[in-house]
């Protein structure tokens, strides 16, 4: 059978005056017979830059592995990274200079490692994903991609002379921008989506005929994949329409009143659960060529437990250190469920294959925070981490000790290896010429 699917590729419907799309992800039959390549032009497939932001670093002795190299063991608090390990990089040891200017703690070593320098620095300049998302995001649907696991609405991503790119706060929201109606500017004052219609009926009904043409072109393996995506996006959907509903009466309470969307929240329930939607949306976007660049901020500093007034930050100056175990006890949860959300989102990436590979293989995720050790607002032994090969860009399993150079290094790596045409990156003492060879392919 010839294959008349191309890359291309997507399937549109109208849903009242607008229109719903849904990308198609890489199916075999736009690849080369090794699966590592485009088939129509022999280049590899695209490349894709993500930022994971997770504020108050970790426990002291409870991360930096004992060993440097390929033949590290993650410490406690990365364990859970362990199913990844040989598609991890972990940088310790980095500094964030602040060269005779206050600390405005919480805020500096984000200034630092996101747009190389500190506010008064670096106010005109760009984030590196910004710098970035100009270099391989101009020619997709979405230029960049953000996101607020905790509802809020300010992203660690910047242009260049202007505010931070703001976050999607809302998992529904995000599936409306992702699938329709056709938008104008998603950030625009009256952008209203209206996540009711959208969960009401699949986006799938609205493309049927094209759905069924799509499946009937292609071969027996691509069918079974786009089963699968198909299939994902509904569970996307059910689980959304779930949120949207009235609760189940039952007899010895009352009715909770009808809610109109999903409710972000930073309460750890509610950040876990659109964690999880906001990951698989994330996921699609990527994965149907809309977007190469995405950012997420978790909002690590006001989450808290259901009951409990105190947020993690909080915790990091009020709680005492435990004497039998040896740190903070509280915080240590938050550091432990912040971290696991972050393991979960690689593992949707891998799960998603590509070819040969997986969507987490062409990815180049860079895990970052704010300071060493919260507790003490410390700027020295900073963690920095990326997650995949980026395409085969990325020498990955490592771990790098790189005691007091400046945390910019990873920065200018990994713009350089996203094709940014950059030598040098910051200001003043976190200025640096210098990448990370060790994990350059």
Not at 72 to 85: A, G, T
């Amino acid at each position: 059978m010839g294959v008349k699917i191309t890359r291309r590729t997507v399937l549109r419907g109208a849903m009242g005056a607008g229109a719903v799309t849904v990308g198609i992800p890489f199916l075999d039959c736009y690849l080369n017979d090794s699966g590592t390549a485009l088939a129509a032009t022999g280049t590899p497939l695209p490349v894709v830059f993500g930022t994971w932001f997770q504020d108050l670093g970790f426990n002291p002795g409870r991360w930096v592995p004992a060993k440097t190299g390929f033949d590290f063991e993650n410490n406690v608090e990365l364990k859970v990274f362990d199913p990844y390990k040989k598609k991890m990089n972990l940088v310790s040891g980095l500094q964030y200079y602040l060269d005779g200017k206050p600390l405005e703690t919480h805020a500096t070593g984000v200034e630092i490692v996101t747009t190389g320098g500190i506010a008064s620095q670096a106010e005109a300049m760009a984030s590196a994903d910004s710098l970035i998302a100009d270099t391989i995001g101009t020619r997709t649907r979405f230029r960049s991609l953000e996101v607020a696991f905790n509802g809020g609405r300010q992203s660690r991503s910047k242009r260049a002379n202007a505010a931070n790119n703001p976050s999607e706060p809302s998992p529904v929201a995000l599936y409306t921008r992702i699938f329709g109606p056709d938008f104008k500017d998603p950030n625009a004052a009256d952008f209203k989506p209206d996540p009711v219609v959208m969960t009401r009926k699949s986006v799938l009904s609205y493309v049927t005929e094209q759905r069924k043409k799509a499946m009937s072109e292609v071969g027996a393996a691509d069918r079974v994949r786009l089963d699968q995506y198909f299939t994902a996006i509904r569970e996307i959907e059910q689980q959304l329409a779930l949120e949207l509903q009235r609760p189940e009466p039952l007899p010895q309470c009352t009715v909770a009143e009808k809610r109109d969307e999903v409710k972000p929240s930073s309460l750890i329930p509610a950040v876990v659960a659109n964690g999880k939607l906001f990951s698989e949306l994330l996921a699609h976007a990527v994965a149907c060529g809309q977007t190469r660049v995405f950012n997420i901020n978790i909002g690590s500093q006001g989450l808290r437990t259901e009951g409990s007034a105190q947020t993690w930050h909080g915790f990091t100056h009020e709680e005492a250190i435990d004497e039998k175990l040896g740190y903070q006890k509280e915080v240590t949860f938050f550091i432990t469920t912040a971290t696991k959300m972050c393991a979960d989102f690689v593992g949707v990436l891998d799960a998603y294959q590509e070819g040969a590979g997986t969507l987490l293989d062409r990815c180049g995720l860079m895990w970052m925070t704010d300071h060493g050790y919260a507790r003490t607002h410390t700027m020295d032994n900073i963690p920095v981490m990326t997650f995949g090969s980026a395409g085969g860009r990325l020498r990955t399993g490592q771990h790098i000790s790189a005691v007091g150079d400046p945390a910019t290094r990873v920065g200018l790596t990994m713009q350089q290896i996203m094709g940014v045409p950059v030598s040098t990156w910051g200001v003043q003492s976190n200025q640096t010429s210098k990448t990370m060879s060790e994990i350059v392919a």
